[in-house]
């Protein structure tokens, strides 16, 4: 029996729905480079402080953030500005003055290498993040934010570790401006 125009056309029709379907592996990598790409920089809000395991942060509710600024990290034995020792914390005590000349030196520096250009005019908005073990003295603690201070440092902030909510702990900063 002879097929009908009609007939054949739906028959062509049928054949051609019933191959399999091709994937566009062009557009598929295009999308998932675009992902990537808005991943990377939208990741790049977030500051990483230094994790060493020579201090133990205390502990605090504050809610702010760390900001990308100076960090000086005071140790049992060593003072470090941006991970290099500028002085020891014998040589500190020995010494005792109020300001340090080694760290207060190291911070001048850093001002000349400010992570935010707009800063060096204003000495108000310079940062420093000061990252100290719980059990540091308060006399040397007092002693590194004083030469902060003398350094033209307008805001202090001490890191600390987010206590409540237990489930969301994380690093944080405690600020008080200087």
């Known amino acids: 029996m002879q097929m009908s125009k009609r007939a054949k056309r739906m028959e062509r029709r049928n054949a051609r729905g019933k191959r ?3 994937l566009n592996l062009v557009s598929l990598m295009d999308i998932f480079t675009i992902l990537v790409f808005f991943l990377l920089v939208n990741s790049s809000d977030v500051e990483v ?3 060493s395991k020579d201090i133990q ?3 605090s509710i504050a809610d702010q953030k760390a900001r990308e600024n100076v960090i000086v990290l005071v ?3 060593k003072v ?3 991970g290099r020792e500028v002085a020891s914390v014998s040589e500190i005590e020995a010494a005792g003055d109020l300001i340090i000349p080694d760290l207060e030196a190291a911070l001048r520096a850093q001002n000349d290498r400010v992570l935010r250009r707009a800063d060096q ?3 108000l908005s310079r940062e420093v993040t000061i990252m100290g073990d719980r059990e540091l ?3 040397l603690l007092k002693r590194v934010m004083a030469t ?3 350094a033209d440092y307008g805001k202090i902030s001490l890191a600390v570790l987010r206590r409540t909510p237990p489930a969301d702990e994380g690093l944080v900063v405690a600020s008080t401006a200087g």
Do not use: K, R
């Open 49 to 51: 402080l230094p994790n």
């Open 121 to 123: 005019a204003e000495i």
């Open 148 to 150: 902060c201070t003398a």
């Open 75 to 77: 140790t049992d034995e």
């Open 20 to 22: 399999g379907v091709a």
């Open 57 to 59: 942060l205390p502990e």
């Open 80 to 82: 470090l500005v941006q």
């Open 137 to 139: 003295p308060y006399s």
